[in-house]
């Protein structure tokens, strides 16, 4: 089993071990100091009341002249909460996934929650060890974001925790929470806006296989299409990193297959096509017009500034602790939120 997150305490050669460490002030000092049970030192410090204000005083004075810091783990032990939220990504290297994972934080700790993040780098079965090692951490819930697990594992590994929400991927209520980005509909609305530039031979570059939100693009695309009389091609697939949007537009171009327009899984796929398209000599958005999704800083500073689909991400991660935090504290089984992407047309198309 892998670890989740290993702190180390860097201390140069100047600096001998602080004074904080060696002290271990327990509650019996500060309530010695104090002249009060450590049972109202408790009671004080974890703001339960029935203390004069004239004891509470003392026991603060006394708690922070001895620099005494309550022991989190025996306080989780106690109350059975660790006051912890797991939480899972794909490739923390994606520029997609921090500013989902700064909404979490910044939702968490404003609930008094820590985030205790980790990295799946794109392999389902560190995702299933991942999911298991958090019991291990005593959190108090997990948030899975793109899981790339299929779904009967998925539902297995997470059928232990306490709590759990799913992002970019559906789960039955009683297994998950979800949060969920309407792929279907984004995608739907880039071959909408492609056919209306007059692109009429549109190819795929689908990500990888095991995403559900690139299914979801998928099924969108091949309907919206359909609507518009035009066939929907085989999908390459690839990782979702430029590099793999470059090898997959190399095969694709090398194919002659003289397709017009390119809708990408994602924006750094899409930055990838676009390098391949100007190592053949063709021009964007002249002779192919591309569309990315998720639309990451780099997107609108690229030149040509590329035509994507926006994706709320810092919203999401919010909406995915709220989400969470509702299961753990009512027990409310809430399913899910659906987030509308945002067409931002620009220079590739």
Do not use: W
């Not at 700790?109 to 291990?136: H, P, Q, T």
């Not at 979800?178 to 530039?197: C, K």
């Not at 090898?247 to 676009?274: H, P, Q, R, T």
């Not at 935090?325 to 659906?338: A, E, F, M, Y």
């Amino acid at each position: 089993m892998c670890d989740i997150v290993t702190i180390y305490l860097q201390r140069d050669e100047h600096l001998t071990r602080h004074k904080d460490f060696e002290s271990k002030t327990t509650i019996a000092d500060v309530a010695r100091a104090a002249g009060v049970s450590p049972m109202t030192v408790s009671r004080v410090l974890n703001g339960h009341g029935g203390a004069s204000a004239e004891t509470s005083e003392r026991v603060v004075s006394a708690a922070s002249a001895l620099n005494y810091r309550p022991n989190p783990f025996a306080r989780g032990l106690r109350s059975d909460r660790s006051r912890t939220i797991g939480f899972l990504v794909p490739d923390i290297t994606n520029p997609f996934f921090p500013e989902i994972i700064r909404g979490a934080e910044d939702a968490a700790n404003a609930a008094g929650y820590n985030l205790l993040l980790s990295n799946v780098v794109e392999s389902s079965k560190r995702e299933a060890e991942l999911i298991d090692a958090f019991l291990l951490h005593r959190v108090d819930g997990i948030i899975v974001c793109s899981a790339r697990l299929p779904d009967a594992a998925l539902h297995k590994a997470l059928s232990p925790h306490r709590a759990a929400v799913l992002i970019n991927r559906e789960a039955p209520k009683d297994v998950a929470g979800t949060i969920m980005t309407d792929y279907e509909h984004g995608a739907s609305r880039a071959i909408n806006h492609l056919v209306a530039r007059g692109r009429r031979k549109i190819a795929i570059i689908a990500g990888p296989r095991n995403s559900y939100g690139g299914k979801c693009r998928l099924i969108g695309i091949g309907k919206t299409l359909a609507e518009h009389g035009l066939q929907a091609p085989e999908p390459i697939y690839c990782d979702p990193t430029v590099a793999g949007g470059r090898i997959a537009a190399e095969e694709l171009l090398a194919a002659k297959s003289g397709f017009d327009a390119l809708v990408c899984y994602n924006d750094l796929n899409a930055i990838g096509a676009m390098k391949a398209c100007r190592a053949a000599g063709i021009t964007v958005p002249q002779q192919m017009a591309l569309v990315g999704f998720d639309d990451i800083p780099i997107a609108e500073l690229m030149s040509p500034a590329l035509t994507t689909l926006r994706v709320h991400k810092r919203e999401m991660g919010e909406a995915a602790v709220r989400l969470l935090l509702s299961r753990i504290v009512t027990k409310n089984k809430q399913h899910g939120v659906v987030i509308e992407p945002e067409l931002m047309v620009r220079e590739t198309t």
